[in-house]
């Protein structure tokens, strides 16, 4: 942003303006006012009314009467110095020992100088141009030739054939015009500083009132005038007393202690109220309030409770992203999205892998809990002792080996939204107790406090364990298990649903590899290595497995070897692996032998076609071999 130095005077100080014009920065630029005393007035109201000159610069009569006309633009006057004087007279000394000094102001001690330089100098003031014509044709009628003075004193010494000497120098015109540019980045930068505090007093939430040390409000911002329904312009200039009632501003500039978190009833409103006094060098210059009405701080609180740690509670995935070709699934995404539109818990089995979590974030995001926090609690990863504090929180001061300053706890940073308790099965029994209280009564206790807490959430709990058994063996509440599975949902092992490994592996390669060409995806999303592999790991073995393909298949190798590569370097065999292997292979064998005919395989195997039907059911099979011949 520029600056823009204004001079005003007349024309004969151009000559300086040009001589100094190559030394001012860059971003300087040079506005000439080139009218005279009274003319000034008009031109001056003009350029405040603009803001096109930041700092004048002027010197003799023109710069005493701007000084009169100026209200908001600051004013530099060249001043004349005793050194520069001397220069003049030395100069005009050459010429005459009778010199006249004409000034519209008077120079001191002027007449001393007469002896010091054994010359006859003349002290004379002006007003007005036409004083100055008078002074000058009665110099010329008296004799004296050499005239010292300013730009308008030599430029009309001229018309009467006087000699004109300057009664300032380049350096005294310099240092005017150096003051004037660092005035100008000061105004600048105080202005640019105001602003961006009048901006943030606007904009910031609180209510804000600043006083004077008389108690007198002077600034007042948009939040302030907001809760206390009031009008600044009704405000500011009057008393802090009359406008607050029982405020302590004054108390604590009295004490020049500040105050934090005050009750203040204000009549209409309430407010929750900081106040401080404002201390610098020492000493109290006035002081300062910020606020909030207690309704605000209210709804925040609500807020902040749905929605804290917010970050960590999205559910990312919807169902728009589950795609499967697969009717029973279809089905299943049907059943969940119906499931989500209740209040109702929801328990979701399912082999590890299947993709219970991201179900739930699915079913969570259907729901008209969608905007609010969905938070997972990982059952298995939570360690006993710290299980209570974890999920219901405790108070401040109460010590169980974590924070002492206390802790929100899971369920209550629920509220309003989505309780994601994942592998429930490993849930403690004294917190099962509690869960279920919770459920049934909608209600928690902080560890350490004896007040209820109201919560609304709606819980899912996951599940890779049949539950059921567990309640059998004692190891899970029933009473627990019948509040969890009001709504279920099983979900499907990925060994059946194969008609779905196409789609999902061509998601996960989108993921880890644009590079790759349609032919070579479609090549790799139909490798029979990936569709003939039962993934007992599921979804999440085949997305491992997918991300490690990406990475070490290069375009034109093998895909069938590099997927075999892959499967047996990272698959985990397990004697139950090896074991459903050698039954699917000794069943494809008796197949074979029998031709496809189910009935000749089980009499090649020595077993009942019942058993048959059962352990191709297990190994997944049925899909393969077609109808029984």
Request: charged residues 25%; proline residues 3%.
């Amino acid at each position: 942003m520029s600056i823009k130095i204004g001079f005003a005077n007349y024309a004969g100080f151009f000559q300086f303006i040009e001589k100094l014009r190559p030394e001012l920065p860059a971003d300087v630029e040079v506005v000439i006012l080139n009218d005279l005393f009274s003319e000034l007035e008009s031109s001056v109201k003009r350029i405040e009314a603009e803001g096109s000159v930041d700092v004048f610069v002027a010197s003799g009569g023109n710069g005493e009467y701007m000084q009169k006309y100026l209200r908001t633009i600051p004013l530099v006057k060249v001043k004349i110095t005793g050194f520069d004087l001397m220069n003049a007279v030395k100069e005009a000394s050459q010429f005459s020992n009778n010199i006249a000094v004409i000034t519209h102001s008077p120079i001191p001690y002027i007449e001393e100088l007469n002896s010091i330089l054994n010359v006859e100098l003349i002290p004379l003031q002006y007003q007005t141009p036409e004083d100055l014509s008078l002074i000058l044709q009665s110099l010329y009628a008296g004799g004296v030739r050499d005239v010292i003075g300013t730009a308008l004193v030599l430029e009309q010494a001229k018309m009467y054939d006087l000699r004109g000497h300057f009664i300032w120098s380049l350096d005294s015109v310099r240092d005017a015009v150096e003051t004037a540019i660092n005035m100008a980045r000061t105004r600048k930068a105080l202005t640019q500083k105001a602003k961006m505090l009048d901006y943030i007093m606007d904009y910031s939430a609180e209510g804000i009132i600043v006083t004077d040390k008389n108690g007198i409000i002077t600034h007042l911002n948009n939040s302030a005038e907001r809760i206390l329904n009031r009008s600044r312009k009704n405000i500011v200039g009057r008393q802090c007393a009359e406008v607050l009632p029982n405020t302590q501003l004054h108390t604590v500039m009295r004490e020049k202690r500040a105050q934090f978190n005050r009750i203040q009833d204000l009549g209409n409103v309430k407010i929750v109220t900081n106040r401080s006094p404002i201390i610098v060098n020492k000493e109290v210059i006035g002081s300062l309030a910020t606020f909030f009405s207690t309704s605000t701080i209210k709804q925040a609180g609500e807020n902040i409770r749905r929605s804290q740690g917010a970050s960590g509670f999205i559910a990312q995935a919807d169902f728009s992203q589950e795609k499967t070709e697969d009717p029973q699934f279809t089905q299943l995404i049907g059943k969940a999205e119906r499931y989500a539109k209740s209040n109702s818990t929801i328990l979701i089995s399912g082999e590890t892998g299947t993709g219970k979590d991201v179900f739930a974030q699915c079913i969570h995001n259907a729901s008209y809990r969608k905007n609010e926090a969905f938070v997972r609690v990982n059952c298995a990863a939570i360690s006993p002792s710290m299980f209570e504090g974890e999920l219901f929180g405790y108070e401040e001061g109460v010590h169980i080996g974590i924070k002492k300053s206390g802790n929100t706890g899971l369920i209550e940073q629920a509220h309003q939204g989505t309780l994601f308790l994942d592998e429930i099965s490993e849930m403690p029994m004294n917190i099962q107790a509690a869960l279920l209280s919770v459920l049934e009564e909608k209600q928690f206790y902080r560890i350490g406090s004896t007040r209820a807490l109201p919560v609304d959430i709606r819980v899912i709990a996951s599940t890779a364990r049949d539950l059921r058994s567990l309640v059998r063996e004692g190891l899970f509440r029933e009473d627990l298990y019948y509040e969890l599975d009001v709504l279920n949902v099983s979900m499907p092992r990925l060994r059946d649903r194969k008609c779905d490994i196409p789609l999902l592996i061509k998601g996960f390669l989108d993921d880890n590899r644009s590079d790759l060409t349609r032919s070579e995806q479609e090549s790799i999303c139909r490798c029979r290595h990936f569709l003939e592999y039962d993934w007992p790991g599921n979804i999440r073995e085949l997305k491992k497995v997918i991300e490690r393909f990406c990475v070490i298949f290069v375009p034109g190798a093998d895909v069938d070897k590099t997927a075999e590569e892959v499967l047996d370097s990272g698959v985990i065999r397990t004697p139950a692996d090896a074991q459903r292997d050698n039954s699917r292979r000794e069943i494809l064998e008796a197949l074979s032998i029998s031709g496809g005919s189910k009935n000749g395989a089980a009499e090649v195997l020595g077993i009942s076609r019942t058993t048959l039907w059962r352990k191709m059911r297990e190994l997944g099979m049925m899909d393969e071999t077609g109808a029984d011949t």
